[in-house]
């Protein structure tokens, strides 16, 4: 399995959840929190990336199944 965190801000409720399942990717939509969420995540083994979109559902390009 994997888990998708979307609008995870600087990623504090889904590093409680560790330890995560690999293939675990947070999306953050407000530039300023995608850093401070990558820092929280990556240790977790959790890909973190800025969609670019605002008011719609974005896919991250190949992490989903």
């Given amino acids: 399995g994997s888990a998708l965190d979307l609008d995870t801000g600087g990623g504090e409720m889904l590093a409680e959840l560790a330890p995560l399942p ?11 929190n995608v850093p401070v969420a990558r820092d929280r995540l ?8 800025h969609p670019g979109c605002l008011g719609r559902l974005c896919f991250v390009p190949g992490a989903g199944e």
Avoid: F, H, I, Q
Avoid at 22 to 32: H, K
Avoid at 42 to 49: K, L, Q, R
């Fill in 42 to 49: 990556t240790p977790y083994g959790v890909a973190v990336d």
């Fill in 22 to 32: 690999p293939g675990t990717v947070a999306v953050e939509s407000w530039t300023p």
